[in-house]
C-alpha cells in the first residue's frame, strides 16, 4: 500500500493517544494503519476496554494483524464506570460519559513513562494526540527527541470557524459562509466545555496539525486553517480519508453480518442506512416517529437501533429500544432493524445503499462520502450542527432533516417520510447521489499513488521520519 523506505530500525516511533469516543478512538486506529504501513512502529495507548473497543469496531482490514501496532493498556479509576444515557435529558450532548472523559485525562503518568523508555531507544518519538488529549502528552515538551500533532477529528470547515471565531474573527472570510452558520449554543454541556478550555493551554508546544480530511474535499477551508494568524506558521498535514476506501463485502464468509447480506438482495441505491452513531439516545416518543416515518416513506432500509454507548460497551446492562407494535413484521421484506453494532464502513460501501440518515458525526461524513453516498442530516450535539451545513449547503450532498434552531423539538414522522422520500425517491437527491459519487471518486484518487492525500502522507512521513 505504501512505501517501506522508513525501515524503523529504532529510529522514529509513533506514540498515538486517542480521545475515548468511538469516533475519535477509530479514526486514530485508522491512521495508525496508515502510518505503520510505512514500516513505522505505532504505539496505541488508552484503557484496556477502549482498546479493544477500538479493535472490536474497526472495519475493513484486521487490527488484530497488525504486527506493527502495539497496544499499551492502562488503568485508570472510573475507566469502567457506566452511567446510564438520558434521552430526556434538556442538553443532546452525551453527558453521562464524561466520567470516561475525566478517567482518560488520568492516563498523563503512565503515557509520560512509556514516552521516557521510548525516547531513550530511539531517535525520535512522535506523539500524535487529540485535541481532546493534549493534558496526558503535556510531557513530550520536556523530552528532547520528542515532539508532538494535534490531530482534529472534526471537517476542516468547522475546526477552522470554531478558531476563528474563538480569535475575535481576525480577518474577513466570504459572507456566504456565515449566512445561516448555527450557533455553538447547545453543542456542549457546561462541564464538557469546562473540561475543552483546561485542554487548550497544553496545544500550544505542538509541531504541527494532522486533519483527516482531504484537499480534493475541503481544499478553501485547509487554506484558511494554513493563514499564520491561525496557523501560527506551524505545518498541517490533511491525510484523509483514514478509512480504507475499497472495502470487500466478504462474500459468503461465517463472520459477515446479517445486514450485508440483506442488502446483497436488492438493487443498486435502493436502500437508505439510517444510524446515529455511538452517542445518541432517543426518546421512546421519537423513536415511534422514526419507525412510523420510516415506514410511510416506503423506502428500503437498514435501521440501527441501539442505545448511546456507555463509559464501559462491554457492560451487560442494554436497555432495549421498544418500537410500534408489529412494526417489524409489517416492514420486514423492506426494512431491516439492527440492535447491535452494524459493520458502517461496510454498509456504505454496499452497491445497494443509496442514502444514509445520520447524525453527522464527522467519521461517519468521511466514510459516507468516501463511498459516495449523500447524507439526510440530523445533528445531535458538538460539530455536528456545522459539518451539516458543510454537508448540505456546501458540497450540496445532502438534505437537511432537523435544523439546528429547532433542537429541541421532536421530528415528526411526516419530517421522517419527507426526507427519506427526498433523498431516496426524488430528482434531488438522485442529482445528490452523483454529486457524492464524484467526491466518492475524488476521495479514493487522492489517497492513491499520486493523489494528493498520498502525497501528504509521504510527506508527512519524511517529515517526522528525517535525519
Known sequence: ???????????????????????????????????????????????????????????????????????????????????????????????????????????RDPVGKLLRALAGNNSRVVVIHDSLMGSVVQDAAGIPNAESYIFHSVSAFTIFLFIWEKMGKPFAVDADLLRDLPSLEGCFSPEFESFLKAQYDFLKSNSGRIYNTCRALEGPFLELLSREEISGKKKQWALGPFNPVHVSNGGASKTRHKCLAWLDNHTKNSVIFVSFGTTTSFSDEQIREIATGLERSEQKFIWVLRDADKSDIFSKEHKKLELPRGFEERVRKRGMVVRDWAPQLEVLAHSSTGGF???????????????????????????????????????????????????????????????????????????????????????????????????????????????
Not at 482498546?51 to 488503568?75: D, K, M
Not at 437527491?429 to 454529486?435: D, F, Y
Open 357 to 467: 440518515l445520520s447524525h453527522c458525526g464527522w467519521n461517519s461524513c468521511m466514510e459516507s462520502i468516501s463511498m459516495g453516498v449523500p447524507m439526510a442530516a440530523w445533528p445531535m450535539h458538538s460539530d455536528q450542527p456545522r459539518n451539516t451545513v458543510l454537508i448540505t449547503k456546501v458540497l450540496r450532498i445532502g438534505i437537511v432533516v432537523k435544523d439546528w434552531a429547532r433542537r429541541d423539538q421532536i421530528v415528526t414522522s411526516s419530517a421522517v417520510e419527507h426526507a427519506v422520500k427526498r433523498l431516496m425517491a426524488m430528482e434531488e437527491g438522485e442529482r445528490m447521489r452523483q454529486r457524492a459519487a464524484d467526491f466518492g471518486c475524488a476521495m479514493k484518487k487522492a489517497v492513491a499513488d499520486g493523489g494528493v492525500s498520498r502525497i501528504e502522507l509521504d510527506g508527512f512521513v519524511d517529515h517526522i521520519a528525517r535525519s
Open 1 to 107: 500500500m505504501a512505501s517501506t523506505k522508513h525501515g524503523g530500525g529504532g529510529k522514529v516511533v509513533v506514540v498515538m493517544v486517542p480521545f475515548p469516543a468511538q469516533g475519535h478512538l477509530n479514526q486514530l486506529l485508522q491512521l495508525s494503519r496508515l502510518i505503520s504501513s510505512y514500516n513505522i512502529p505505532v504505539h496505541f495507548v488508552g484503557t484496556a476496554t477502549h482498546n479493544r473497543q477500538a479493535r472490536l469496531r474497526v472495519h475493513g482490514w484486521n487490527p488484530f494483524s497488525a504486527a506493527n501496532i502495539h497496544f499499551h493498556e492502562f488503568p485508570t479509576a472510573n475507566a469502567a464506570a457506566a452511567a446510564v444515557p438520558n434521552p430526556p435529558a434538556e442538553s443532546r450532548f452525551p453527558a453521562h460519559i464524561l466520567s470516561s472523559y475525566q478517567a482518560a485525562s488520568l492516563l
